[in-house]
Each structure stands twice: as C-alpha cells, then as structure tokens.
C-alpha cells in the first residue's frame, strides 16, 4: 500500500521563504506609497494656500503693498492667510516676496525702462511645510498689476459687443 | 459467475485508497502573484496620485504664468497705446516671459503679429485703435472700439494655460465721479446702459439692458466720502478714498473698495468756453457769429452760439446776473454761453448742444431726453437738477460741475462729474445710467446739409389695368421704383456762385434755378415764410445743370449719357414686369423721364424749395447761415493716462 505523500523539507522550506520575501517586499511598499501619497496631498495643499494669496494680493492695493514691504522685499500682513497654518497635524508656513520687475526678467520687456514698482511688480510665494522628517517647500511666482484691484469684479460677464460690419 | 469479481471492482479499492495531495507551489505561486498585483496596483495608485499632484501644481503654475505675461502687457498698453503692438517689427509687438523660480523650461507668451501668433501657438492678440469693433482671436466676441484684447499663453512643465484679457478706454469710467463726498437719501440707483442697446427714460431702464456702472469719491476729509442712506442699488463698484457709511438697504453689486488712491478727474473751466473772449482757449469766433439772449417766457431754442450776461460799468460781465428761462432749453446744434447763473424754472433742457455757465445752473422739469441727445452742463458753480416726486425728469448727456451738484426726482443717462474743491453729490431718488458716449460732444453741421438728403430720387412706373371685351385680365399696377442718385458735392464746393444775388426778406440765400418744360422757375419765401415757385429768366449761370450734379447713378451704377439711362431704366422696368417688354406709350414715359433725370430739373426744383425753406429758417433764428463746429471730450481733460478698464479677464475659451 502507497503512503500518502507530504512536503518534503525543502518545499516548505523554499516555499516559506519565497512566501516571507514576497510579504516583505510588499510590505515594505505601503509605507512608502503612503508616504507619496501624503507628500503629494502636502504640496496640494500648499499650492492653494499659495493660490489663495496671489488671488489676496490681486485684491489689494498694489501701492499699499509696496508701503508696507520689509527688508529683502518681504511683505507681512497680518491676515490669517499669511500666517503659520495647520492642516491635518502639517504646518505650512508661507512666506511672500515682492521685487520690483528688472532686467532679470528680460530687457526687451520694456524698452522705454523698467516700470514703477507701484504700477507692476513681481512676487514669490514660498509655502514651507514638513512631511515626517523632511522639510518641503512650493514656490509660486507671478506678476501683479495694479488695475488688477481695479478691474470689476471676478467673473466677469462675456463681452457684449459683436463685430458689426 | 457467483463470488468472482470483475477488473473494475480490483480496481475500485485502489482508487477508494487515494487521498488528495495538499497545495503545492504552484499554488504557492499563483498566490504570490496576486499579492504582487495588488501591490503593484497600490504603487501604481501612489505613482498616479504624485502625477496628477505635478500636474496640478504645474497647471495653476501656468495660469499664474499667463496672468504674469498679461500684467507685463497690461503696462506696455498704458505706457503707449497708440503703438504697443501696432508698431514695430514681429519681435517688439511679441513678449516672452519665464520666470526663474518655475520649473525650468517655463515659458509664457503674449503677441500681436499673426505670423509669430501661429508659431508660438498662442492666439493672436489685438489692439483696435479704431471707433468701430473688430473681430478677434476669439469668435465669441468682437474686440470693441479704442479697446485692447490681450490673449497669454504660458506652458509649465507640460501644463499649459491661456488667459485673456480685454481692456478698454472708456470716455469716462466713472457712472458718477466727485472730488467731495456723494451722498444719498435714498432710491439712488447706480448702473450702465450696454453700449449699443436702445434705451428710453420714461421709466426705469430695463435690467437686462444694464450693466455695472461705479461710483467713486475722493473725499478725504473728515468724515465718509460716500453716505447712502435708506434704499440705494449700485450695480458696479463703489470706491471711496476714505470710508463709507451705507445702510442695511443699500446693496453694491460690485465690489466696494474703501481707502483706495484718488482718481484723476478731468479739469474744465467754464471760461474757457466763452465764445466772446479772444482770450478762451476753446472757440473764441466772430461776435458776428453770437446771439445775445435774455431772460424770457417759452421756450430758448439754441442754435449756433448764443451768450448772455449784463455788462458792467467796468466792462465785465456781472458775475450775480441770472438769465431766466420760464419753458425750457431745446439745444438745436448750439451753445449758449452764460456769464452768470441759468434757471430753467421748467421744461428741462434737451437735444444737441452745450450749455455752459460761469455761475449756478439750476434746471427743473425735463426736456425730450432721447438716447440720440447729446448735451452737456458744464458750470464753474453749483448744478442743480429736479424733477416731481411724483413724475421724474428726465436729461441724458454730460453734467460737471465745479461745485454741488445736486440731484432730486430725476432719471439721467450720461457721464456725472463734480471736480472742484469744493465739490460735492446729493442725490434723491435718482436714477444715474453711464452712458459713456455722453462724454463727448460734438456739434458739426454745415449750412449745406440740407442738400444731401434730397440727392436721392426714386421713380416709378404704373401699368395700367388691361382689359379685353370689357373684362379686365390685368390690375394696374406700380413697378417698384428705380432710384436715381445725385452727387452734390460739386454743387457744394462752388456754393458762393450761386449767392441770390437778389436781396430782401423773400430772397432766399441761395439760388438754383431749374426748368420746367421750356420755362425757368425758382423759390422765393411768401409772406408767410412759405416757398414758392415762380417764373424767372433761366440759361444763366444760376440754372443747375449735369454738370453741377455730379455721376448720376441708377440703382447704384453710374451712367455718363441720356441714352444710358434710359436703357437702364427700360431693363429696371421691364425686370421689374416680369421680363415683360414695356409698351410703346410707356417706352416714351420712360424716354421723358431719363431726359428729366439726367437734366436733373426734378433735383434741381428739391434744392431750390429746400434752399429757400432753409433760408426761413435762419430768418426765425432756427436755420443755420454758416457751418457750426464745437466739441468738448472729457477724456481729453485727464492729463497723461487716458483711464483704463479691465472689462473682462478669463481663460480663453473660443
């Protein structure tokens, strides 16, 4: 009569460890694809926070803004937005900047010389934020005029006029 | 047989005997496979996720881009309309821009040359430094007139965005703009009239006929520039250079912006109108030229230039006198000139023209205010406009003042200024639509106008009714005219030949001569003031002829013979029968009316009547016996920059 047959030892053993590799490395993923998905909900987030501030900047007065630069060009305001935030247990701190438009940017953007800070200027958002044990940041950069806090207001309905022949 | 077995049942135990053998590797296998799928499926999900957050950030990075790239070209438009993108090579009428703390490779274009348009893939830009709008990069609208249509493109790390914007150079941006403070004590409305819509004061002006109009004070005293009280609607902004106090029924459908820069308003001077003084720098003209007035029952009509003002022993003018005006102003293409106060004491003012005033002007009741008025109040002092609580009064034009200017019971379409120093707006249940237009008045009439529209002659011809054996088989009927054109410029360049030699109240001031059959006739003034015709020697050099008449031209193509004309007035006919062929008694109709056409007699006979109806006219102070040019545009009053606005800012959507 036939015995029935069993694993030998080297199948469990080689199964086991293929098996334990296997959970390992599988293991090991979720973390870091946690980690990049974190990381990615991080900087999503401090890009709007760094939109919301360009869309504020628009709203204010450029002169004022010029009025109330610090050194390096630093613009503080007391506002909640310009301020240390937390968000889901992350602290993103914002930081602007604003610079009078140069020849950095291009000599032919103005022939005639560059413009007053008080008519166009240049601004940089920096949001610094920390995701475990590394420091991140986000910088935006744009260029404010300042009819923009004149313009009527956001949501502008379509022009009127049609082409009349 | 009995107690044997077969080979099956031999069988049988042996297979009863086999156990089932446990899962082997490739079971093993087949499931770390799947453990592997489902890992690589939370990566790929992670992977995913980081993408779609670089797309993101990249995309609001190339909105911001663009938005820069417009701002840049928001400035070169201020800093020379006239020639940003107009002037200049593909290179100057192009910007580029990256910006150094973007991702590298960012760039963002804007351009006004085509061909450059279509290599940088953006669409092309347009400044329209004409009156009328043209068409775009966008299909879905016209770039309006004096307007600059600006389109971005910027690309940041694969994202790309298009932004446009659409910035105008209104006549004056401002529904009502004052230097003092505005206030309000209710039922004040703040709007704009679409440009191009037809509109009528009669009543509240349709909603959907409305768009934002602005209110600005640059009041800094002590004090809130704006104070609206009780029930107030501004449809656009409302901006004040200090603060405001607004009620709970006060609502602002645009954005109120306190503590903003004053605005430039413009700085007219009512001096400087004064047709009289050699020394104004708007028109001094001939006092051959100027009507005096006075203070009087009905109506002033005004036409040409007209002055008032009570001379002093000194030589001036007294600054105090008022000229009185018991039934209203109708302004017929003229100005009048006060040196002191005006008081209409009712019948408002209307039509075209200026009234300016070195005092007060103070007008109650309303004129026939029509979307084509044009009229403009300009006065060194205090304006004051009412109407009846329980009817409003109605004015549509341009109203400045350098002192109070005041407002009750009234619905007005215009532009609204108050720009002293010592300016200031009340305002009572009134209705103030910009009308952006009324900033500019122009006043251009020649003496000869009467001339043009009579150029135009149509002629008919009339089947009659055909009948056989008594029944009528046909109506008569009338052909659709064929419509015989004049050019009277040439009749216009040579007028002074044709002065009436003749004089006298009767005489008209101009004579044309004309013929009727063999006989010469020409328009005289009965005593009435009527014209009429009467027998006159022709075959002088006051007979109007061909020659004087310029190309004729029949349903628009010119013909230089008689015999021209008959033939296309012939195959005008006969089209417009059917193709029929005209019978012989029409063909001779229609040979006498080419002869009278082309000899011009029937035009000439309209001229001669309108001349001499002209001429009544001037006799009773309402025709104008010599050209008449005055203007007065508030947006040349502002100094260096013309105002902008940024009427429209969005992604670009064809």
């Given amino acids: 009569m036939r015995k029935p047959r069993a694993f030998t030892l080297i199948e469990t053993i080689f199964s086991t460890l293929f098996i334990g590799v296997t959970v390992l490395a599988i293991v090991n993923l979720f973390p870091g694809a946690y980690l990049s998905i974190r990381q990615g909900e991080c900087q999503t987030q401090a890009d709007i926070l760094a939109a919301s501030i360009i869309d504020d900047l628009r709203s204010l007065r450029l002169s004022r803004i010029c009025d109330d630069l610090g050194a390096g060009g630093l613009y503080t305001n007391p506002d909640p937005l310009y301020q240390p935030t937390t968000i889901d247990g992350v602290v993103y701190t914002p930081v602007v900047t604003c610079e009078p438009i140069d020849a950095s940017l291009g000599a032919g953007l103005f022939p005639a010389g560059m413009p007053d800070p008080r008519d166009v200027s240049r601004f940089t958002i920096t949001v610094n934020y920390r995701v475990g044990s590394s420091l991140k940041r986000v910088t935006h950069e744009t260029v404010l005029h300042r009819m923009s806090f004149l313009a009527s207001p956001r949501g502008f309905a379509e022009p009127s006029s049609a082409v009349t022949p | ?654």
């Fill in chain 2, 1 to 654: 047989m009995m107690g044997s077995t077969s080979m099956s049942d031999r069988r049988l135990p042996k297979l009863r005997r086999r156990r089932s053998r446990a899962a082997g590797l490739p079971t093993v296998i087949m499931v770390v496979a799947l453990m592997m799928l489902l890992a690589f499926t939370v990566v790929g999900v992670a992977f995913n996720h980081l993408n779609l957050t670089f797309r993101s950030s990249n995309s609001m990075r190339a909105q911001e881009l663009s938005e820069a790239v417009l701002a840049i070209a928001i400035e070169r438009v201020r800093l020379d309309v006239e020639n940003f993108g107009i002037k200049g090579t593909a290179d100057d009428k192009t910007i580029r821009l990256s910006l150094d703390k973007l991702p590298e490779g960012n760039i963002g274009v804007l351009t006004f040359d085509s061909n450059r348009a279509k290599a940088l893939r953006v669409p092309v830009s347009t400044n329209n430094r004409t009156d009328s709008s043209v068409e775009g990069s966008n299909p879905r609208f016209g770039v309006p007139g004096q307007a600059v249509h600006l389109v971005a493109r910027a690309e940041v790390g694969g994202a790309v965005s298009v932004m446009e914007a659409l910035i105008e150079f209104p006549k004056f941006p401002y529904s009502i703009a004052s230097k003092g403070p505005i206030s309000s004590s209710g039922g004040l409305v703040v709007a704009a009239v679409r440009q191009g819509v037809d509109y009528s004061l009669g009543g509240p002006i349709d909603p959907s006929a409305l768009e934002p109009g602005s209110l600005v004070s640059n009041s800094q005293g002590s004090g809130p520039a704006v104070t609206l009280a009780g029930d107030n609607m501004i449809l656009g902004n409302l901006e004040s250079a200090s603060g405001a106090d607004l009620s709970i029924g006060t609502k602002i459908f645009g954005e109120t912006k306190l503590y903003t820069d004053p605005v430039p308003l413009p700085q007219l001077d009512a001096t400087d109108y004064d047709p009289l003084n050699p020394a104004s720098t708007h028109g001094a003209v001939d006092p051959d030229q100027v009507q005096m007035v006075n203070s009087g029952a009905g109506i002033l009509s005004v036409k040409g230039y007209n002055v008032f003002g009570q001379k002093l022993s000194d030589g001036n003018y007294n600054p105090s006198a008022t000229l009185t005006v018991d039934n209203g102003i109708r302004l017929k293409g003229g100005v009048l000139y006060v040196n002191g106060n005006l008081n209409v004491s009712s019948g408002g003012v209307s039509g075209k023209g200026a009234i300016i005033a070195t005092g007060n002007i103070t007008v109650h009741g309303d004129g026939e205010a029509t979307t084509d008025n044009e009229a403009a109040l300009v006065s060194n002092g205090n304006i004051v406009l009412s109407g009846a609580s329980s009817e409003k009064a109605k004015f549509a034009g341009l109203v400045y003042s350098k002192g109070k200017l005041q407002a009750t019971n009234m619905r007005l379409a215009g532009v609204f200024v108050a720009a002293g120093e010592d300016s200031s707006v009340e305002m009572a249940d009134t209705e103030l639509y910009q009308v952006a237009e009324k900033a500019k008045v122009e006043i251009s009439e020649e003496s000869t106008d009467f001339l043009v529209p009579l150029s135009k002659l149509t002629s008919t011809l009339t089947i009659p009714k055909v009948t056989v054996d008594g029944v009528t088989v046909a109506e008569a009927k009338t052909l659709p005219g064929a419509t015989i054109e004049y050019d009277p410029t040439t009749l216009k360049q040579h007028l002074s030949d044709y002065l009436n030699p003749y004089s006298g109240p009767t005489e008209p001031k101009y004579l044309f001569k004309f013929k009727v059959g063999s006989v010469g006739y020409r328009h005289v003034l009965s005593a009435t003031g009527a014209p009429i015709m009467v027998p006159t020697t022709a075959d002088d050099k006051y007979l109007v002829g061909p020659g004087q008449l310029g190309t004729i031209k029949i349903n628009g193509v010119a013909v230089s013979s008689e015999s021209e004309l008959r033939d296309a007035l012939v195959a005008h006919f006969q089209a417009a029968n059917e193709g029929k062929p005209l019978s012989a008694s029409q063909l001779d109709y229609v040979n006498s009316l080419a002869t009278m056409y082309f000899q011009g007699d029937q035009v000439v006979r309209n001229y001669s009547q309108a001349a001499a109806e002209e001429s009544a006219l001037v006799n009773t102070g309402e025709g104008q016996s010599a050209p008449f040019h005055w203007r007065l545009d508030l947006s040349e009053f502002f100094g260096g920059s013309k105002p902008m606005q940024i009427t429209y800012w969005a992604r670009f959507q064809p």
